[in-house]
């Protein structure tokens, strides 16, 4: 999970910090000392550490906290909005020419995802309403192109390649003017993989750089390559002008040294992140929100706007409608899973409710095969059996059991739980009306 290693030991250290009524500069000193070691475990770089503890120090032992009635809630305020300036304050956003097509070249280390990455843009950028195009300029690795044309399928956009025998500058100067003719407004040029060492490469994208002059030069960075991001990222920056990184397996990475240092060793935005392997798990990056999510407080804004774009209002209303009416079905039940899954793996979008963090999700098994299994075997009851649980006997059990490759005892934990809800969605219901009820004979309603 994202930053849980080190949003663990900021967030111990921190609230030893809190039950203290008073906080003296001894204090705040033994809490940066836990601060300083959990950033460099993190593999932040050590100049930006040292500078980041010197903000936190200076600001922590002014008026502003020694005089305050929760200098322990002070700090970690203080701490929240230094981390939130380290990581670049606000989003970043994509910079669109004013004279269609905007032209996004993609760069980076081999292995870091960039096709992929190519693809997420794309999906994320049709959901603006954009019509783009990708364009295959990786003519070195085997099968980069079909690659290319596999995730440009997926994401129902056009891929524009000349097979691997042409110049990658010829390519992408002809697929600009594809792209004018077929009234593409942006076009994202998938480059080949090189390492920032190799001159006869970066020679290579230096020339397309000067042929199609890029609106945006993203850098795709794997976030598990710790403090070499930022060498890398200086490299690029120096011999193209990069506008801003796209760092990928974010989820994957505990730490979370490279989204912690790049902004204050490179001065270029992180953009995007990669939240998992799916096309459509590329989110913007908010450096306010993901401070907070390192510092346990949640990411409320992020929540809901996975949940708008994931769940239907219509069907939302329909919902709540049969609860209150007691007519919540297993096909109600089904649907409400279907869209649950749909806003991503279970633990990241649980980790952004606020109070609940890493330390405490951990022992917790969200697995999506459960969830799996429950939709099997509310696939394998008929509409009638979905409608009224009560006429599933043993006979029946033991059929959907067999048509759902589980076992009776899934089956019947499963119609235990479904019964426990709608008791559950009763009391709700009927706590409601009562609340009501006493609301118009003057009793205040909460």
């Known amino acids: 999970m994202a930053f849980e290693s080190l949003s663990e030991k900021l967030q111990n250290a921190l609230n030893k910090l809190k039950g203290k009524g008073k906080l003296n500069e001894k204090d705040v000193d033994a809490a940066m000392r836990e601060v300083r070691l959990a950033l460099l475990e993190a593999d932040v770089n050590f100049k930006v550490v040292k500078d980041f503890i010197n903000k936190v120090k200076e600001r922590s032992i002014g008026h502003e906290v020694m005089e305050s009635l929760t200098p322990g809630q002070q700090v970690i305020k203080i701490v929240n909005e230094e981390l939130t300036k380290l990581m670049g304050e606000r989003e970043s956003k994509i910079n669109f020419s004013s004279n269609p097509p905007t032209v996004i070249l993609m760069c980076g280390l081999?292995?870091?995802?960039?096709?992929?990455?190519?693809?997420?843009?794309?999906?994320?950028?049709?959901?603006?309403?954009?019509?783009?195009?990708?364009?295959?300029?990786?003519?070195?690795?085997?099968?980069?192109?079909?690659?290319?044309?596999?995730?440009?399928?997926?994401?129902?956009?056009p891929v524009f390649t000349m097979g691997d025998n042409i110049d990658p500058v010829n390519i992408a100067k002809a697929a600009l003017e594809h792209g004018k003719k077929h009234s593409n407004d942006v076009i994202i040029i998938d480059t080949a993989g090189r390492l920032h060492i190799d001159e006869e490469l970066m020679l290579e994208i230096e020339n397309i750089y000067n042929a199609v002059s890029p609106d945006e030069v993203l850098l795709v960075l794997d976030s598990m390559t710790g403090q070499d991001a930022v060498n890398v990222a200086e490299a690029f920056n120096t011999k193209l002008g990069i506008s801003g990184v796209v760092l990928t397996k974010l989820d994957g990475d505990s730490r979370g040294g490279a989204a912690l240092s790049l902004r204050a060793v490179t001065d270029k935005p992180i953009k995007f992140v990669g939240m998992g392997e799916k096309l459509d798990q590329l989110e913007s990056f908010h450096p306010d929100r993901m401070a907070s999510r390192i510092l346990g407080m949640g990411d409320v804004l992020s929540l809901i706007e996975k949940a708008q774009a994931s769940f239907d209002e219509k069907k939302a209303i329909e919902l709540e409608k049969k609860i209150r009416t007691q007519q919540f079905t297993f096909d109600d039940f089904l649907d409400q899973l279907e869209q649950m899954k749909s806003l991503g793996p279970i633990d990241q979008f649980i980790g952004m409710i606020p109070g609940i963090n890493s330390k405490a999700l951990k022992g917790l098994d969200f697995d999506e095969k459960d969830i799996n299994k429950i939709q099997a075997i509310i696939q394998s009851m008929t509409k009638k059996e979905r409608n009224d649980p009560e006429l599933i006997d043993s006979s029946r059990r033991k059929r959907i059991a067999s048509g759902s490759g589980t076992t009776v005892q899934d089956v019947n934990k499963l119609l235990k739980q479904f019964k426990e809800t709608k008791k559950m969605m009763k009391k709700f219901t009927d706590m409601e009306k009562n609340m009501r009820k006493k609301g118009k004979f003057g009793f205040p309603f909460f």
């Open 110 to 157: 081999q292995g870091a995802g960039k096709t992929t990455t190519a693809g997420k843009l794309a999906l994320n950028l049709k959901k603006q309403n954009k019509r783009p195009l990708l364009v295959a300029c990786d003519i070195y690795r085997p099968a980069a192109i079909k690659q290319l044309e596999v995730v440009g399928e997926r994401v129902d956009v």
